[in-house]
């Protein structure tokens, strides 16, 4: 692992660690609470794009937020919310609402977090770097999941509700409540470390005062990496890839449940495989794949749409799990290489903030729609296997139009694209 990079990195792979450890830990503790609560099932599908709502309302302004002062004092910012919408949960506000903050929290954490590796890191090491904060995210998603699937099953949580503070009358319970308590301790370590990130010295871009013209600024920015011949192309592959990776997540516990009889706890063992994969399919694209290369894992794509589709054959608990390994191991070899190509592209078209602000915005729009659209079917009986077949069909076809497009660009748009690569294999060395 070690390439050069500095203390500072790492910091900010532990912050970013115990924050996403702590957002999938929370999700599993809200389904728990949910289901507690009697809650319709389209409530806890509901979890994923009501996630999802502020990252596109509030991405015009996250993404100049993020710019307008040292990334470090972003990201705490950005996890005291998070702590907030924790609470919120705990003290009986709506699951649904209080996990709508948490993702305020997370919109705002996200241009912080990847905007800062352009700043900090030369560009010659943005896959590598791309690959090993990937890496730890996915590991922070297996653990979460596994956490928050442990915190609410009948071995820890016996534990965790009779452990009792002197004098206090916390009024907690029940099993995701004591749950709850403790993500939220993690994320004060988050923002524990979120204090220790340097400012990066890169000159600091004021928020516009007038809030329409921060919205036309993004809309311009928005604009202009959809009409970059490369980023276009990247900016789809990403979008594409979190909208459905973002709902999997939640298809994969109601398929287990249905195909192998899992309760909660179980199935978010099997969430954790699909990151395991993601994680090791990550570091390999981090190890192998050169940034002026990363159109070449689009393949890879239509592969993985088409085996997510094989999960409705699936029956066995002994092939469910590295079965939904391998599907984590396309998705995270394909979106390593295509996500630093689009930070890339991003950080030279308008500013590292900006530019995950509008990735941001499209990946979670593709997340708010795709989830919206899953609830909707839910509420009128879609099955677990219908859904995966859906999704499966929609990642295969979409990966093979993102195909053809690029194949267009390069026969249309060559002198263009050749062009930006090589000011990109320029910037690598």
């Known amino acids: 692992m070690r390439r ?81 919408g924790c609470v919120l ?35 010659s090491k943005l896959v590598a770097a791309n690959g090993w904060i990937e890496g730890l995210t996915i590991t922070s998603i297996i653990l979460g999941v596994v956490l928050g699937g442990q915190l609410v099953g009948d071995k820890i949580s016996p534990h965790l509700l009779a452990f009792d503070f002197p004098f206090i009358d916390t009024g907690i319970g029940s099993a995701p409540e004591a749950a ?84 909660t706890t179980q199935a978010s063992t099997l969430v954790g495989a699909v990151a395991i994969g993601t994680g090791v399919g990550a570091v390999a694209a981090s190890a192998w794949m050169k940034l002026d290369r990363a159109t070449a894992v689009i393949p890879l794509g239509v592969a993985m749409g088409f085996t997510v589709i094989m999960m409705n054959f699936i029956s066995s608990p002994i092939l469910a799990a590295p079965f939904l390994m391998i599907i984590g191991g396309l998705g995270g070899f394909l979106v390593v290489p295509m996500n630093a190509l689009l930070q890339h592209r991003g950080h030279k078209l308008m500013g590292a903030g900006r530019s995950i602000a509008v990735q941001n915005f499209n990946e979670q729009a593709c997340i708010l729609f795709l989830g919206g659209l899953f609830v909707g079917l839910t509420s009128i009986g879609l099955s677990a296997y219908a859904a995966i077949t859906i999704f499966g069909l929609l990642v295969a076809v979409t990966m093979f139009v993102i195909g053809r497009w690029h194949r267009h660009n390069m026969n249309f748009h060559r002198a263009e694209v050749e062009e930006l690569l090589k000011l990109t294999r320029s910037d690598c060395r």
Not at 21 to 45: M, V
Not at 98 to 121: D, N, Q, R, W
Not at 199 to 226: E, S
């Open 4 to 84: 050069g990079f500095s203390k500072s990195f790492y910091t900010i792979m532990a912050a970013q660690f115990f924050s996403s450890l702590a957002d999938n830990a929370l999700f599993i503790a809200a389904i728990a609470l949910l289901k507690q609560n009697a809650a319709p099932e389209w409530h806890s599908a509901a979890l994923v794009p009501i996630f999802a709502l502020f990252y596109v309302v509030l991405a015009p302004y996250v993404g100049a937020f993020a710019d307008s002062m040292p990334k470090g004092r972003v990201m705490f910012i950005s996890n005291i919310i998070k702590v907030i």
């Open 89 to 123: 949960m705990l003290v009986g506000v709506s699951p649904l609402f209080a996990y709508s903050i948490v993702g305020l929290g997370a919109a705002a954490y996200s241009p912080a977090k990847y905007g800062i590796l352009t700043e900090l890191l030369p560009t």
């Open 180 to 263: 709850i308590a403790s993500i939220l301790v993690v994320y004060i370590v988050a923002a524990f470390f979120n204090l220790f990130i340097p400012h990066t010295g890169v000159t600091l871009i004021p928020v516009q005062k007038n809030p329409l013209d921060t919205m036309a600024d993004f809309m311009v920015c928005n604009r202009r990496l959809w009409q970059d011949k490369l980023g276009q192309i990247s900016l789809a592959t990403t979008t594409l890839f979190w909208g459905v990776a973002g709902n999997l997540r939640y298809i994969v516990l109601a398929w287990a449940a249905v195909a192998l009889g899992y309760n």
